[in-house]
């Protein structure tokens, strides 16, 4: 199994990024993906996830609203728009299935002005 995520970046108090997570070495259609993260000093923590068609999302209280997780199982690819961001969003931003399966080596997200 492996993830490659990327999309992340510096972004000011209010911008948008969109990440992304190539993911491979499994049957990515059959299986939820999850997006990740973990802030400065803390444990990583479960942000949204995706069923394996898109139909049921769910998201962290933290960023309801705010994110949107997608996927396009063609490309073995899950997303995530990131809007409206905040310094606390600041972290470094994981896809898997399962804590269980692994992680990539994440992409860093800065807020910031």
């Known amino acids: 199994v492996q993830y490659v995520e990327s999309g992340g970046g510096l972004v000011q108090p209010g911008g948008s990024l969109k990440l992304s997570c190539a993911a491979s070495?499994?049957?990515?259609?059959?299986?939820?993906m999850r997006w990740y993260r973990q802030c400065p000093g803390k444990e990583r923590e479960w942000v949204a996830t995706?069923?394996?068609?898109?139909?049921?999302?769910t998201y962290a209280d933290s960023v309801k609203g705010r994110f949107t997780i997608s996927r396009d199982n063609a490309k073995n690819t899950v997303y995530l728009q990131m809007n409206s961001l905040k310094p606390e969003d600041l972290a470094v931003y994981y896809c898997?299935?399962?804590?269980?399966w692994g992680w990539g080596q994440g992409t860093q997200v800065t807020v910031s002005s």
């Open positions: 070495g499994f049957a990515f259609s059959s299986y939820a």
């Open positions: 995706i069923t394996t068609g898109g139909r049921s999302i």
């Open positions: 898997s299935v399962l804590p269980e």
